[in-house]
């Protein structure tokens, strides 16, 4: 090739490819366990390796055999030349050897099981037939054309998913009787097996080689565009920055703030009916996201939903955290649960609310509940609503990895001015889900140079508030760590100790089937708590979809038990019935039960009205906005 023809793509991500390998086995060796300490195993004696070195060897003679039948025709036709999947396959072996009881046989296993894999996808493309090969191992990952129709690149992301399965296999034979740290390990595992993808390095995704192929190298500047905006803002861009506007395109219900504290603003919304119920409904969000996930448009919004349904609809919009609240602990969110409650009884003259806590926040209604009833101010409330949120924290899910000492000081660490940035939890969140929530957009984005997408969704997904730092870490210790809310005045806020059996209030729980957040089978565990009269649904999908789900969408179903002797999880979904779309009617029929009377939606339940209801400001208020 002449010096002033264009470099190949291929080649100009391998240097990448090979300084990426080079941080991966840091992340490998970081992760992994000393060896002598109970988990893992030594690595083969090299004496002991001849045979799948002999593997090893046969599988590069048949790649070379194969490429040099092909260069002919490369050359050619002027195709770039792949890269070598045998480099990528030892890539691969190194990080295995690395892994707990990665010994003799294990490594032996993989050169084995890799060298049939190879015949088999190399003799299939030395046939005389045009059929697509039949590859026997699927992933969406991989779902493009280009990944089957040629070799190199259908034995890489193959002997990807076959080191995949070996890998997360490995943890599963570890033997320790630590089985936090088992869970631990698995998980960080699944992390880096997802990381190591060939369809995140540009060196070995087809797909982006084409695209910068395709655009003569432009895909690769706005890629690398998208990288260092993102690198400057130190968090992953999911969607079109300038796409939202609060209060313009999202976040439009119409309101007013009508009340204000150094914590929180206090909105209330605009009745669209004529008569309202008499109770009014108070919705506590949680404060590690912003309230507007309620509010995302028109058709998504339930706050908009639940005014038209003739509710009274007041909400929180929690402030987030600087250094002026590095003192803010548990304590104070329940009092302000409390006083927002009574400023809606006192603002609208009734002797009771309806409320709902979302997440975190429905955890904390749930021990301010167990504060009224122990003080005897259980009437202020007349029913508890709980989206997808947990009390007992002893299934809580993958959250739970994060919560050892090391990870608690870790956080301590990270909160110097008194908060913890709401990026460091938009991070956590997003390894839950890594293939969906950031190497999905890290091949789209900065790989391909794509366009980020308007999806208001994502926009609130990246729009993090900071958390006070007593208060997230007494949160972690408290509940996560060692589940004290569940234990009976293990806990206490504004002098008042915590227990949860004291709560009758009637109850609606609803918890998503696939929820990584908040697990269905740990939600179900506030049945176990509370001792009134309690409505337990279970949503198809996650922690937001499975809420933000309004009927017109026809999206997902519902499940309903109403058999008073289940007393357990898979129990309710063996004898549940299932309902089509959306189970926001399900909840308002179940509310209009626990108080059906109707009153005029006039004086201040329209909020700013006249000049003897001044108001603070327009719906959103500004604490949605801080940053």
Known sequence: MDKSDPPSPTRMFEQIFDLQREAGEKVMASLMPVEGQGMGGPLADPGDMAEWGANALKMQ????????????????????????????????????????????????????????????VLGQFTGAGEEAPDLPRQDRRFKDDLWRSQPAYALIHQTYLLMAEQMEKAVDRMETADKS??????????????????????????????????????????????????????????TDPDAFTLGENIATTPGKVVHETPLYQLIQYT?????????????????????????LNE??????????????VFVVSWKSADETMAD???DDYI??????????????????????????????????MAILHRRGEEGRVKSCTFFTAQ??????????????????????????????????????FNLLRGTDLIWNYVVNNYLMGEDYPAFDLLHWNGDVTNLPAKWHGAYLRDLYRDNKLVQKDALSAGGTPIDLSLVTTPTYVQAGKEDHIAPAASVWRLREHFSGPLRFILAGSGHIAGVVNPPESGKYQYWTNDDPDVTTLEGFVEGAKEHPGSWWPHWVDWL????????????????????????????????????
């Open 299 to 312: 058709k998504k919004s339930f706050i908009r939903w639940a005014v038209a349904q003739g509710i009274s």
């Open 391 to 428: 009390v007992d924290f002893d299934r809580a899910g993958e959250l739970l990895h994060f919560i050892d000492d090391s990870q608690l000081a870790n956080v301590e660490a990270m909160s110097g001015k008194g908060y913890l940035d709401g990026r460091y939890m938009a991070a956590t």
């Open 592 to 627: 209009r039960e626990q108080a059906p009377a109707m009153v005029k939606a006039s004086g201040k339940r329209v909020p700013g009205k006249g000049k003897k209801d001044p108001v603070i400001e327009e719906a959103p208020g500004r604490y949605v906005m801080t940053r």
């Open 181 to 238: 740290r088992r869970k631990q390990l698995k998980f960080a595992v699944r992390a880096l097996v997802e990381a190591l993808s060939p369809a995140n390095f540009a060196a070995t995704n087809p797909v982006v080689l084409e695209r910068a192929r395709e655009t003569n190298g432009a895909s690769m500047v706005k890629g690398m565009e998208h990288l260092l905006a993102d690198m400057k803002k130190g968090q992953l861009t999911h």
């Open 335 to 368: 009092a302000a649960q409390i006083d927002a409650i009574d400023h809606v009884r006192s603002r609208l003259d009734v002797p009771h609310v309806h409320t709902i806590g979302y997440c975190v926040a429905g955890t904390t209604l749930a021990a301010t």
């Open 271 to 295: 009745p669209t009916t004529d008569e309202v119920l008499a109770v009014p409904l108070v919705i506590f969000p949680p404060w590690i996201n912003r309230f507007y996930i309620l509010d």
């Open 61 to 120: 003679t048949m790649w070379a055999e194969f490429a040099a039948s092909q260069a002919k025709k490369a050359f050619e036709q002027q195709v770039d030349t792949p890269p070598d999947p045998m480099k990528f396959a030892g890539y691969l072996q190194g990080f295995q050897q690395k892994m707990p009881g990665a010994g003799a046989q294990e490594i032996q296993q993989f050169w084995d099981d890799a060298a049939a894999l190879w015949q088999n």
């Open 328 to 330: 803010v602990v548990w």
